[in-house]
């Protein structure tokens, strides 16, 4: 049988790592797929450095859309990022009925809807494993090997710059700038940084993943996120002292009355596997009714860790390719017919455990009147304690019980109002993963 034909549009960090990948494991990955996968066109800015890696033999133009129009290419790998140029050569790719396999997230969470549904209509594969969690596999781990399972929630650490940047402030005492600049340096993070950290990126994987556990479509715009940019070494500290690890988290839960999907810094006590993932590692936990909890560790990052999730797709290609269109694995777990269409709840509705940080002026009756204020709302405070600032003032930190976000906004606006309160309230959310 003759090669798969590949156009890969892109040879940076991952680009030039799926190069690798099939130049070195070429004729392992033969022998898994049935045939070579061989790169016949790649489309950079800069060809002559392009040139310089791989050799004489292959096109190399700067124009992605004879790469997308070359009648050679069976399969387009993109490997660019944004959603601008990408987004036009993949969907051109699609319209020629040419399959396209990419790690770009970003496109995928916000036009994931209009691809899928174009790919479906012209009858190729999007695959998208790198998209997510880098080299971990968990995009066929949840589309396939969990199949059977209402899946209840899915949690995960799916960004490797900002879990480098925390392992380094906590473990090391790194800024956070000196932190930021060496994930940079290994290739970890976006091309726009502030993605990383603001937690963007994580929040495009989430969405992806919560269509491929719930079966619902790609809702980005419905995603809650926060970054890690404003988090302060005290509260790294503090939650130390409590037993906890601060996580940026993605998290994906069904409720009765819908789905909470949210991005954030996360209290985790610190004995759970996923407290313990650090560096440039990814972890997601995904909970199915029948299974119960299941764990998913690798390199979220980085250039062969993801090439070998590029690649992997690639070889499902090569195989598929002669398949009845009708009869493959859906793009997102579940028949395109078949979606649910119950909403995203609002963050006023979710529930969780909290952490509150405030100073206040060290005098009688604060403690009572804080405790009231929490008890009103219904909050339950799981416990407590206070550090002196300076002569007059101290810190107070609250753990609380499960609680309506709703009602924790509610009372942090009236204690801010409180005469005695001299700090703005900080807000972390606390999750056990049980
Ligand atoms: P890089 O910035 O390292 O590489 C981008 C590549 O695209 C470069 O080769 C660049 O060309 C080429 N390119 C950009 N714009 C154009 C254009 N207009 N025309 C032709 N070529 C163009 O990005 P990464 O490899 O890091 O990321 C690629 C994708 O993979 C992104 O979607 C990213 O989110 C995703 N991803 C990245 C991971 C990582 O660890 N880096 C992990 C998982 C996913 P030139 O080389 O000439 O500048
Ligand atoms: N910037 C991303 C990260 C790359 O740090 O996880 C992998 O998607």
């Excluded at 090669?3 to 680009?15: A, I, K, M, N, S």
């Excluded at 036009?111 to 080299?135: K, P, Y």
């Excluded at 995904?286 to 299974?291: E, Q, R, T």
């Amino acid at each position: 049988m003759r090669g798969l034909r590949v156009g890969l549009l892109g040879l940076g960090v991952v680009g030039a790592g799926t190069w690798e990948v099939l130049t070195r494991n070429a004729e392992e990955i033969a022998r898994r797929a049935g045939r070579r996968i061989e790169v016949a066109a790649i489309a950079v800015r800069d060809v002559a450095k392009a040139r310089r890696l791989v050799g004489d033999g292959v096109l190399v133009t700067s124009d992605g859309m004879e790469v997308v129009r070359h009648p050679a290419i069976d399969v387009v790998v993109e490997l660019i990022g944004g959603d601008t140029v990408a987004r036009a050569w993949v969907m051109e790719a699609i319209r020629r009925g040419k399959h396209v396999v990419t790690a770009n997230k970003a496109l995928l969470a916000i036009h994931g809807n209009t691809i899928f549904s174009a790919a479906r209509e012209h009858a190729v594969m999007v695959a998208f494993e790198a998209a997510v969690a880098g080299g971990i596999p968990i995009v066929k781990a949840i589309r396939e090997g969990l199949a059977a399972n209402h899946i209840q929630w899915v949690a995960g650490i799916i960004n490797g710059t900002t879990n480098f940047v925390l392992s380094e402030m906590r473990a090391r005492g790194l800024s956070f700038d000196d932190a930021l600049a060496q994930a940079q340096q290994l290739g970890y993070a976006e091309a726009n940084p502030t993605f990383d950290v603001e937690g963007v990126d994580a929040a495009h994987k989430l969405t992806l993943l919560a269509s491929l556990a719930f079966g619902i479509p790609v809702q980005f715009d419905k995603v809650h996120i926060e970054g890690v940019s404003k988090l302060a070494q005290e509260d790294i500290a503090h939650a130390e002292r409590l037993g906890y690890r601060i996580k940026l988290l993605g998290i994906a839960r069904r409720r009765p009355d819908g789905f909470e999907l949210r991005v954030h810094p996360t209290l985790i006590p610190a004995d759970r596997l996923l407290a313990n993932v650090e560096g440039a590692m990814n972890a997601v936990l995904v909970s199915g009714d029948m299974v119960g909890p299941t764990l998913y560790y690798g390199q979220g990052a980085g250039a062969l860790p993801t090439a070998s999730a590029v690649v992997a797709d690639l070889v499902d290609v090569a195989r598929l390719d002669s398949a009845d269109p009708d009869h493959r694995v859906p793009y997102l777990a579940f028949q395109p017919d078949a979606l649910d269409d119950t909403p995203v709840l609002p963050m006023a509705e979710i529930v969780s455990s909290y952490y509150l940080r405030l100073r206040v002026e060290d005098r009688p009756g604060v403690l009572a009147d804080l405790s009231r204020i929490l008890s009103a709302a219904g909050i339950s405070i799981g416990s407590m304690f206070q550090t002196p600032h300076g002569d007059s003032d101290a810190d107070i930190i609250f753990l609380s019980h499960d609680a309506r976000e709703g009602a924790v906004d509610g009372a942090i606006d009236r204690i801010q109002a409180l005469p005695f309160v001299k700090s703005g309230v900080t807000r972390l959310r606390v999750e056990h993963l049980l």
